[in-house]
């Protein structure tokens, strides 16, 4: 009996958990009504796949609902980053100028922490958690997108550290009822999510951006392979980047 | 006045008194092609529908041309265009044509469906696939069929109706199984007058209890 009840609820939905709406249709249809709220989630891909774009249309579309939203850059500056998503129909300047949005290079905190980029000590990763804390408790941001992990990681060097870093980071937002993207960049063909094999591990949530070869062509393709505190598919399905916003449409199956 | 014929005006008629989210098979003969297009583009024009138009047997250009030269208002025709590219007709970057390099990229196809209609206002709408024929010398039915029984159910949950065209004798019959099974009606406009056949309803056409 007792077997048959825990069966039953292994594929009942969690309970109602407020939902971070990524306001990307096909994707909140995925994960069920959207990525509940204060969680850690990984966001892989190798180069060109659309993480960036991805997770700037999830930090507009929250900022549009009227959640502040912010992105740290730590690959190239943020200013670029704006010019970048310029060209996108969906970006609205005037969420930037009311502050509803707000881009940082991770660089300037970096310089006024005096961390030394080579390698982080402990000290260096409580004081940039605090950091980041500080500016999601000012600004109240309910959504945040670190761009990129593999970019933070490379100075934390070591597994041990990249667990401590991401579980204190986890832990501090998510009191504020912040959710957060955290960018991982991987090589073509990875068999894991990240470079270091650890955050995927740590992380409550892995949204995987990819391309599959379809019948002579080159499809982008994203799936949710874990998302804690929802049910939601699995199943790998075609994304396209418009000028109007990211579309997804299932993966026909048959000649797979 | 848009020059039509007795088919043509009879198409239209057929429908424009369909339900607003059917889904239906036009099956017509290779005479009876372009009266066809023009029944399909006129109860667009009629009813005030925004229509995407899915361009696979002709290129685009070349339905634009005739359609303008038989005086159509073609301003609410937004077209995806799988020929072109492999024929090498030209491409005008600026018209309302989004294309895809070939008939075979069926995903693209849905993708750039659904990109039309994020951009479109609101409004009734409604997708035209010219045709299920042309689909199917370039893909295999079994991927066909999974792409036919996706891409109107997802315009039907959105309340957009879509018309499939078919030429009489050119498609297979696993496929118009396929259809009937996902289509609401069939119009047969088969060398004279349109002949309404309700097919698996799941709602009830006007006129067909």
């Not at chain 1, 500016?135 to 401590?164: G, P, Q, W, Y």
Request: aromatic letters at 6%.
């Amino acid at each position: 009996m007792s077997e048959q009840v825990s069966a039953n609820e292994s594929s009942v939905q969690p309970k109602d958990h407020p939902r971070c709406v990524t306001g990307i249709e096909g994707l909140d249809g995925i994960l069920n009504g959207g990525v509940p709220v204060g969680n850690t989630v990984l966001v892989v891909g190798s180069c060109g796949t659309g993480k960036t774009t991805l997770s700037i249309e999830i930090l507009v579309n929250g900022a549009k609902l009227g959640e502040n939203s912010a992105y740290l850059a730590a690959t190239e500056p943020a200013a670029r980053v704006v010019e970048n998503m310029r060209t996108y129909d969906f970006f609205d300047e005037k969420l930037i100028d009311d502050k509803k949005l707000v881009f940082f290079d991770l660089d300037v905190i970096y310089d006024r922490l005096g961390l030394d980029r080579a390698e982080f000590s402990y000290d260096d990763i409580n004081a940039l958690v605090g950091a980041i804390e500080d500016v999601v408790r000012h600004l109240n941001i309910k959504r945040i997108v670190i761009d990129s992990m593999t970019a933070i990681s490379f100075s934390l060097k070591t597994k041990e550290k990249i667990r401590d870093f991401m579980l204190k980071l986890g832990r501090a937002l998510s009191e504020f009822g912040c959710t957060v993207f955290l960018i991982s960049e991987i090589p073509p063909g990875s068999v894991q999510y990240s470079v270091y094999g650890v955050e995927e591990m740590i992380a409550d949530g892995v949204i995987s951006l990819g391309n599959i070869e379809q019948r002579g062509y080159l499809l982008r393709t994203i799936n949710v392979v874990k998302m804690r505190g929802t049910v939601h598919s699995r199943s790998k399905f075609v994304m396209d980047l418009t000028p109007h916003g990211i579309i997804i449409v299932p993966l026909l199956k048959t000649g797979l | 006045m848009p020059e039509v014929d007795e088919i043509a005006n009879s198409i239209c008629e057929k429908l424009s008194s369909m339900p607003e989210r059917a889904a239906v098979t036009l099956v017509t003969d290779v005479n009876g092609y372009f009266s066809a297009l023009k029944g399909v583009i006129q109860h667009a024009n009629n009813s005030n529908i925004a229509c995407i138009y899915i361009a696979a047997t002709i290129p685009s250009n070349v339905v634009i041309d005739q359609m303008s030269q038989s005086g159509f208002n073609l301003d609410s025709l937004y077209f995806v265009d799988c020929i072109s590219f492999i024929v090498g007709s030209p491409r005008d970057a600026v018209n309302k044509t989004l294309y895809i390099e070939s008939p075979t990229m069926l995903e693209n196809i849905m993708l750039k469906v659904q990109a039309w209609l994020k951009r479109m206002k609101e409004g009734r709408k409604m997708v035209f696939l010219d045709s299920i024929n042309t689909l199917s010398v370039h893909n295999d039915q079994k991927i066909l069929s999974e792409f036919l029984h996706y891409l109107i159910n997802s315009l039907r949950v959105k309340d957009i109706s879509t018309i499939i065209l078919s030429v009489e004798g050119q498609t297979p019959e696993d496929l118009e199984n396929i259809l009937k099974l996902v289509c609401d009606d069939t119009i047969d406009a088969k060398g004279g007058e349109a002949q309404a056949e309700s097919g698996n309803s799941n709602e009830p056409s006007n006129g067909n209890p």
